[in-house]
């Protein structure tokens, strides 16, 4: 079955999945540098969180996070006095606070920063808090971190990088199946169209192509194919053609080098005056005489046949009576059927047999059929000459009850220098009968065969009124 879809549209097609194919990669990539990065800020916020840096020992808290945001932490007693601070930014910071001050720290409306206060016990049961506070906004209240520091700076880069690079490497993936899919559509088709024109244009013919692609390539596919089968009968018919001149050069060398041997050697005795016998001399003259009417006759045969072979002469048709051109023909040879004592029956129709015909190549054709009969049948055979008119067309038909054509040439009757007898005989025909009969035929857009089932020799012709 065949691809209709075009070249269009399977482009279009084949771009929508990569489209889709490619925001799917984004969002994959986009979702793994969001895990990726909340996953550093879970990691992250707790170290600003007073709470979760508590340390009985104050010089081990870490604190390291909060300077790198600019911030600071303290620890205030009982009193809320500072009693140790460690961090950026202490210049601006307190010593003391009071319990209004530090509440007002974590009113809504203030916008000093970010400020975790978390309260706990020393060993020795003495009250604290530990005050954390990020100045300039680098944390808002809903715990996000919205500055950035080195640290985030590279964390958020090596993510971008590495988003990237897997971005990188699924888009170049999706380009190779893109690729992949619609070189399988479009370009392997047209890379082995290519192949098979390249081994046309060598000489080296071309195998069928057998893909299966878009509308455009398959139509492409169909027309290469049966170009490739003319050019492959093309190539046939020119092999049979120049097989054929090979054998019909053959032929005629061997039908005229008889009968041209044969007149040298009478020739050469009459020239070297060898027969002093007058009866003799004379005998040696009528051979020569037969010999050359044989080469003369063989001669108008081959050109004949070589003017009905030629597309570049055209012959004039005209409407005439075809019952009358068969009687015509059947009488100039009636006398020699009589000689011969072969019986010559003619079924033609009382009636005329209007047809639209070239007398002269449509009596050649009829005449030599019937010199045919005549030539290879004894006496006591039965020819016979038939015409049939019908709506569809004309049936003309000569037949004999003799010994018929073998069956190693009837497929090969037709053409020229192939007798029926395959005899190689200088004295006989000149093997052109039948193929001037049938180029005769042809030339009226007929049809001649042999009947394969008749006893004897039975040839039709048909011909279709115009």
């Not at 120049?242 to 050697?265: F, N, V």
């Amino acid at each position: 079955m065949r691809n209709r879809r075009s070249v269009h549209n399977s482009l279009m097609i084949n771009y929508v999945l990569f489209s889709v194919i490619l925001g799917v990669i984004g969002f994959l990539v986009y979702e793994n540098m969001y895990d990726a990065r909340e996953e550093y800020i879970s990691r992250t916020l707790p170290m600003v969180e007073a709470s979760q840096l508590i340390r009985n020992d104050w010089e081990s808290i870490p604190y390291e996070t909060v300077q790198s945001f600019g911030g600071y932490i303290q620890v205030l007693d009982k009193s809320l006095n500072v009693v140790f601070s460690r961090g950026s930014g202490m210049e601006k910071a307190k010593v003391s606070y009071t319990e209004e001050e530090l509440l007002a720290l974590f009113y809504e409306g203030n916008g000093s920063g970010y400020h975790s206060l978390a309260p706990f016990v020393s060993p020795e049961g003495r009250e604290y808090r530990l005050l954390v506070t990020i100045p300039g906004g680098a944390v808002m209240k809903e715990s996000r971190l919205v500055k950035t520091n080195a640290e985030i700076t590279e964390v958020f880069t090596g993510l971008l990088i590495e988003g990237f690079l897997w971005f990188a490497a699924a888009f170049l993936l999706s380009l190779w199946l893109y690729g992949r899919i619609t070189g399988r559509r479009i370009t392997n088709p047209l890379t082995d169209v290519s192949r098979e024109l390249a081994q046309i244009a060598e000489g080296r013919g071309g195998k069928r192509l057998f893909f299966r692609a878009n509308k455009e390539l398959m139509d492409l596919q169909l027309h290469f194919n049966r170009m490739a089968d003319r050019l492959e009968q093309a190539e046939t018919a020119k092999r049979r053609l120049e097989e054929g001149r090979r054998r019909l050069m053959m032929d005629i060398s061997h039908d005229l080098k008889t009968p041209i041997t044969t007149i040298q050697g009478y020739a050469e005795v009459l020239r070297l005056g060898m027969e002093q016998d007058e009866e003799q001399r004379l005998k040696y003259a009528n051979r020569i005489h037969a010999k050359a009417r044989f080469i003369a006759s063989l001669v108008d045969d081959l050109f004949e046949l070589t003017k009905l072979e030629s597309t570049e002469l055209s012959y004039e048709r005209k409407i005439g009576d075809l019952a009358e051109l068969c009687r015509t023909a059947a009488a100039d040879l009636y006398d020699s059927f009589e000689r011969k004592g072969i019986t010559l029956d003619i079924r033609i129709p009382e009636s005329p047999v209007m047809l639209s015909y070239h007398e002269g190549l449509m009596h050649r054709a009829i005449s030599n059929l019937l010199t045919n009969a005549l030539k290879y049948n004894k006496e006591g055979a039965h020819v016979w000459l038939e015409l049939e008119a019908s709506d569809e067309g004309i049936l003309l038909t000569v037949g004999d009850d003799g010994p018929g054509i073998s069956d190693s040439v009837r497929d090969t009757v037709f053409e020229p220098f192939v007798r029926g007898d395959q005899a190689r005989r200088s004295d006989g025909g000149s093997g052109l009968g039948l193929a001037i009969a049938r180029s005769s035929v042809e030339r009226h857009a007929g049809q001649i065969w042999l009947d394969p089932e008749a006893e004897g020799t039975v040839v039709h012709i048909r011909l279709t009124k115009t």
